[in-house]
């Protein structure tokens, strides 16, 4: 289909979106009941004059209190919003590399208990534009979760202004030092969980990259580590790098502010997308709610207007190789001179959790570096990794973060599931929340089901084909960024001085439109009294009558126009970002040039070092390999459908036994890549050789009863029944001879 056939679509479809949103709104209109006489008329009237007359006022007192808390919030030096007290651990400003980071550690509420021998958890929250907080933002969030589920929590907070010269490099090392910090603090089993959000996801991988052997399982919420990706029509921030000429106008925006870049213009990003929320939702819900909003509404908004700042060379290497350049997928963002972060060099699992509703980090880029980096799932199996996605149906991004229902939820049985997840063999997995209602209480279990990297593919209507631009978008940025350092830096930042940045700051319109509705502003002095008095006085209006009516179809009438706009803006950006890049990428792939390099492919199967070991010590290991070898082997004839709740009940009636418990989290999860390896790829000899692993006659009896007691008492498919039934024969065959041989 030709490109202005798809964009005449998509501004019809978007005509018949607001025609049906307007159509409905006068329906719902014309269907309210009409007064029974004049006085019900009038009566009908005058309450809801009275009524909007107080809530119009107790709406402006909300956002001068809005303005006010602002106002204290920036003379306290910003502090982390977070609903829980925290004792500092470690501040990273006094670090050799100092940067703005600094570590601290939840302090429980009273009524929960916390055990210190538990698995540690590490919370890294977004530094893309607001402060510190949002993991933490209310009782039912990340921190709360884990709390509740006993683990020690710390968080990794940041100070509105960066650190003289800091760089990324600089804040992954304080990070990675940090983890070291708390797993000296709590010597367990197993290393902390890293849980990052947005941008604190990308920065827990570059952690997990930099230091594999500081970092146990990543959970991975709502981050953008493939920006190309997407669908048409659905996420239109991946254009805004091409449109605007790539990375040269966060290099202005920097220079602007005296070398600082002001996180203010990525919140400005992120309202850019939804003018209708921006501009009118978000305070017409105020105003619709005024007796019951303000808490919330002022709750969210201390977080929303906390603007932190960067330095010049954050934002342009964030911009470089995330946004624009997409490198970190490819294995080219460098960390130091020569060396690049290497997501293939992770070797804890890792959880992924995007929502189809998020247009600001959508499910593509959440999932797609995990194709990028692994082509096939061998070699994501043979690297040994365990990837885990959990999808959302419907929650923005924000609601990843913030929204109760989905951290009692989904978090919460993250939060369970990582007790396990190490015990899972290599391979790609999806994540299934089943809920049941139990005396009205909801319960909820685990399913846990095998995936192929190739099932990938499913999140795109067209394919990735729609990409190919992005690496022009690329090239265009570098000489665009090449161009403004030698002709308009040098004259920038000679004249733009760190009093004049933070002048600018302030006159920013996200700033100002909280410091001139405050106590700032004489004339907001009488709205007080005006607030107070009104809350003194409601007056009840008629919810079901015409007026309410009316105000709802103009509230409606307003908010599909700002779709319709919506939808056309992104339409024409779309186009025009194709019309541009999409035609003279071709033309270059037609004159000979290449796509960017991808990552430089590990060797797959049985060229992997690792599986190579493990098939040569095909008949080693002793009582827990041969367990964990059966378990594999028995799964591989069942359902490849896994259940928490089934993991619970095994490891309730034979963990201790099994030994996987006893040992260091790095040494069981060894074990069990070593064995998957073996069933993978000679599962007939894994079988024929598991009573070598046994060396005595009481471990084989130990193992058989162990493998008996799990038969009715644990749901099994009637083959992997079959199998358990049958073991104690196969295990007092004759033993298959040497490893050496076997595996030659």
């Known amino acids: 289909m030709r490109l202005g056939e798809v964009h005449q679509g998509r501004v019809a479809s978007a005509w018949e979106k607001y025609l049906n949103a307007t159509a409905g709104a006068a329906r719902a209109w014309t269907e309210t009941g009409v007064p029974a006489t004049p006085l019900d008329f009038w009566r009908d009237a005058t309450t809801y004059a009275s009524d909007f007359v107080q809530r119009s006022f107790m709406f402006w007192d909300t956002l001068r209190q809005r303005g006010d808390n602002w106002l204290q919030h920036e003379e306290a030096g910003k502090p982390p919003l977070l609903a ?279 499910p593509q880029q959440a999932f797609s570096w995990v194709a990028d980096i692994y082509p096939t799932t061998e070699a994501l199996k043979a690297n040994g990794q365990v990837i885990v996605g959990l999808m959302h149906k419907s929650i923005g991004h924000l609601g990843i973060f913030v929204s109760a229902s989905v951290a009692k939820k989904e978090h919460a049985q993250i939060v369970d599931l990582l007790e396990y997840i190490e015990h899972l063999p290599p391979g790609l997995y999806g994540m299934q929340i089943e809920e049941r209602q139990a005396n009205g209480v909801a319960q909820y279990d685990v399913i846990i089901n095998e995936r192929q990297v190739e099932d990938l593919q499913v999140l795109y209507k067209y394919g990735r084909r729609d990409e190919v631009p992005f690496e022009l978008v690329a090239k265009v940025s570098e000489a665009n960024e090449a161009l403004y350092e030698t002709c308009a830096h040098p004259v920038l930042g000679a004249a733009v001085t760190p009093a004049m940045g933070k002048l600018a700051r302030n006159l920013h319109p996200l700033r100002m439109q909280r410091w001139a509705v405050s106590d700032l502003n004489p004339t907001m002095a009488p709205v007080k009294g005006l607030a107070e008095f009104a809350k003194a006085s409601r007056t009840v209006r008629d919810e079901h009558g015409p007026s309410v009516a009316a105000e709802h179809w103009a509230a409606a009438n307003i908010v599909a126009g700002w779709d319709l706009y919506r939808q056309l803006r992104d339409a024409a950006m779309e186009n025009l970002f194709y019309q541009v890049y999409g035609s003279a990428s071709v033309l270059g792939r037609e004159m000979g040039s290449r796509a960017e390099p991808v990552p430089e492919a590990l060797p797959a199967g049985r060229d992997t070092p690792e599986v190579r070991e493990a098939l040569e010590h095909l008949s080693e290991g002793g009582f827990t390999a041969a367990a964990v070898r059966g378990a594999l082997l028995a799964a591989r004839v069942g359902h490849p459908q896994r259940r928490l709740s089934r993991f619970k009940q095994i490891r309730e009636l034979v963990g ?83 490893a050496k041989e076997i595996a030659a």
């Open 84 to 362: 829980f007290e925290t004792e500092m651990i470690a501040d990273a400003r006094q670090f050799e590399r100092p940067v703005n980071y600094a570590l601290v550690r939840i302090v429980p509420p009273q009524g929960i208990k916390v055990d210190d021998g538990k698995r540690p958890y590490v919370i890294i929250d977004p530094r893309a534009g607001h402060g510190p907080g949002i993991g933490g933002f209310k009782d039912d969030s990340q921190v709360g979760v884990a709390l509740k589920a006993g683990h020690p929590v710390y968080f990794v907070v940041f100070f509105p202004e960066p650190v003289e010269g800091q760089t990324l490099a600089d804040v992954s090392q304080a990070e990675t030092e940090f983890l070291r910090i708390v797993r000296k603090r709590h010597p367990t089993r197993g290393k902390p969980v890293i849980v990052g959000n947005c941008q604190g996801g990308w920065a827990a991988m570059l952690v997990g990259a930099v230091d594999p052997e500081a970092a146990g399982p990543i959970v991975v919420n709502g981050a953008p580590m493939s920006y190309w990706a997407g669908n048409d029509a659905e996420n239109p921030m991946r254009y805004a790098g091409g449109i605007l000429g790539g990375s040269w106008t966060a290099l202005l925006a920097s220079d602007l502010g005296g070398g600082r870049f002001d996180g203010a213009y990525l919140v400005d990003n992120f309202e850019y997308l939804n003018p209708a929320n921006t501009y009118f939702s978000k305070y017409y819900n105020l105003f619709s709610k005024i007796d019951t909003e303000p808490e919330r509404f002022l709750e969210f908004e201390r977080w929303w207007g906390g603007y932190f700042l960067m330095n010049r060379e954050e934002i342009s290497w964030i911009v470089d190789n995330l946004f624009v350049g997409n490198r970190l997928a490819a294995g080219q963002a460098q960390w130091s001179e020569g060396k690049a972060y290497d997501l293939r060099a992770i070797r804890s699992p890792i959880i992924l959790f995007a929502s189809l509703g998020d247009n600001i980090t959508p």
């Open 656 to 738: 201790a036994e099994v030994g996987l418990l006893d040992l260091p989290a790095d040494e069981a999860r060894r074990i069990i890549r070593q064995q998957t390896h073996i069933v993978d790829y000679e599962p007939e000899l894994a079988l024929a050789t598991l009573s070598n692993l046994l060396t005595t006659p009481d471990d084989a009896e130990r193992l058989v009863g162990m493998f008996e007691r799990l038969v009715g008492k644990v749901e099994l498919d009637a083959a992997q029944v079959e199998f358990l039934r049958n073991l104690r024969s196969l295990l007092t065959a004759k033993p298959a001879g040497p």
